[in-house]
């Protein structure tokens, strides 16, 4: 845990720095709704804010509210992800839109526990909608949050552990403020994308420098640590391709499982 003077200074620098050189015209940012957070947050889950814009723009157009969103079929949503990956995003993002129009009656559930309780949300991603969104006061933990966090306190671990993250989790939550809740976890998320990178992080640049104890350290490269490797399993498959008439024949696969939901020969 931080001295409170230091987290204070932290969520104080991080929003005077948010101030000047934030993102802010962002497609999502524009006229800032539940359902538009939502839907860029899952979109954002490991993939970069330039490749997401272009898909944001075309789903928005398509699906505008989450009662259109519940309205379609999964073929057409997936449709629309194609190029995306992960498509389990898009399946859980279907899944909820029809859990919000049944128990909802189509408004975005405002409540925590609602949030989180929808498919494909998790605790930071229900925090960052509420807060980005609505301004309510939760802290929230993605990939850049983490790395901005272990770095400036010398946070030892691999995140996806559960020691450490619970560890980086108290730290977010002491540091978020109540009155700038929006804006601090905004900064969290573009300071870790821009300036903490993973790799050449510009540490001059970074507003934290002066107390960030992997940069003062000069070990920046240490944080956050590595993922335990593991022996990576070996698979054979066989593909049967059957054509008629120049005609191919495709089966939709299992929801669940590698490229679950999608045709294939």
């Not at 800032?32 to 993939?47: R, V």
């Not at 802290?139 to 010398?154: E, M, Q, T």
């Not at 809740?181 to 507003?207: H, I």
Request: proline share 6%.
């Amino acid at each position: 845990m931080l001295q409170q003077q230091d987290a204070v200074w932290f969520s104080n620098q991080l929003v005077s720095w948010y101030q000047q050189h934030g993102r802010k015209t962002l497609p999502w940012q524009l006229e800032k709704t539940p359902y538009k957070t939502w839907l860029s947050e899952i979109m954002l889950q490991q993939t970069q804010v330039a490749t997401v814009i272009p898909y944001f723009e075309r789903f928005l157009a398509r699906f505008n509210d989450v009662t259109a969103l519940a309205a379609a079929e999964l073929d057409e949503v997936l449709h629309l992800w194609t190029g995306l990956g992960y498509y389990a995003r898009a399946r859980n993002l279907h899944k909820a839109a029809k859990m919000i129009v049944a128990e909802h009656r189509g408004q975005f559930p405002l409540g925590f526990e609602q949030v989180l309780a929808l498919p494909g949300i998790g605790r930071s991603t229900a925090g960052a909608v509420l807060s980005l969104a609505l301004g309510q006061h939760y802290p929230i933990l993605d990939g850049n949050c983490k790395r901005v966090l272990a770095r400036f306190a010398a946070v030892p671990g691999w995140p996806g552990d559960k020691a450490t993250e619970q560890t980086l989790w108290q730290l977010a939550e002491q540091i978020t403020p109540k009155q700038t809740v929006a804006q601090f976890n905004q900064a969290m998320m573009d300071l870790g994308a821009t300036l903490c990178s993973r790799s050449k992080p510009r540490c001059s640049e970074c507003p934290l420098k002066l107390k960030c104890k992997a940069a003062l350290a000069g070990e920046q490269a240490l944080y956050p640590g590595k993922k335990p490797k593991k022996a990576l399993p070996e698979r054979q498959s066989f593909w049967l391709l059957l054509q008629h008439q120049q005609q191919v024949l495709l089966l939709q696969r299992p929801a669940a499982g590698l490229w679950g939901g999608l045709y294939g020969f």
